[in-house]
């Protein structure tokens, strides 16, 4: 196995993601894709960290965390990696850009390698999925994760190798932040309280609140669906 043959698999399963004759689905990526559309799904999110947590400090430590993910998710992908590493993205490169689907002419910055969605998306997911203990909410952020990493596919921003790097250095992130920083510190300005009702998961956060969550991923993906169709008329 040399890099030659990864490079050409890497291209190869692009090419299977990559664009298709749906106009109903190029609205569905470009859509999907913007951090914009997600605003529900993030006050959402904040909603139940403030409702389940008991004081101010408790708070600000959640917030904390999630901009340190972000902060070290993102810093590295955009001002180390990308112009360090300086791998086109698919619909920048020279050799294959004429080859690929792009949509509404979204070809990004210059380089790629790594995705930035890719790793901010995982790191917010796998992160509180740590914090709230809850499987329906890890499958839900998991997943949404993984659908933001199919568009920059599809859009042909991205090679699935800078995809998986983002979603091996986000993961790397969450559980290094949660960890090292957050129950560091938790555990300093909280008791140890393991909650065992079936009302509560085992880190204190109502089952119930997590529903909002889940009506925020509905609302929104409804959203995109209809963007989509009126696109497609």
Not at 38 to 43: A, C, E, F, G
Not at 112 to 120: E, K, P, Q, R, V
Not at 161 to 168: C, P, Q, S, V
Not at 174 to 194: D, E, H, K, Q
Request: proline content about 3%; hydrophobic content about 50%; overall charge positive.
């Amino acid at each position: 196995m040399n890099i030659d043959w990864l490079l050409e698999l890497d291209r190869r399963v692009l090419m299977f993601f990559n664009g298709s004759d749906s106009l109903f689905i190029d609205g569905v990526a470009m859509t999907y894709t913007s951090g914009l559309t997600w605003i529900p799904l993030y006050v959402a999110l904040l909603y139940i960290v403030i409702k389940n947590n008991e004081n101010m400090q408790q708070i600000l430590l959640v917030v904390a965390s999630v901009v340190l993910c972000l902060f070290l998710a993102d810093g590295l992908a955009d001002f180390i990696a990308k112009p360090y590493v300086a791998r086109w993205r698919p619909t920048n490169d020279p050799v294959i850009k004429y080859t690929i689907d792009v949509v509404d002419n979204y070809r990004e910055t210059p380089y790629g390698f790594f995705s930035g969605h890719a790793a901010n998306t995982f790191t917010i997911a796998l992160f509180l999925s740590l914090l709230v203990k809850d499987r329906l909410l890890t499958i839900a952020l998991v997943t949404w994760s993984l659908l933001i990493c199919w568009t920059r596919m599809y859009l042909g921003v991205h090679y699935p190798g800078d995809i998986l790097a983002g979603l091996l250095w986000g993961a790397t992130v969450a559980v290094g932040v949660y960890y090292l920083f957050y129950r560091t510190i938790f555990y300093r300005i909280s008791p140890r309280v393991n909650y065992v009702s079936s009302q509560y998961t085992s880190t204190g956060y109502r089952r119930s609140d997590i529903n909002i969550v889940m009506m925020a991923i509905a609302c929104v993906c409804c959203y995109i669906v209809v963007k989509a169709v009126i696109r497609a008329v």
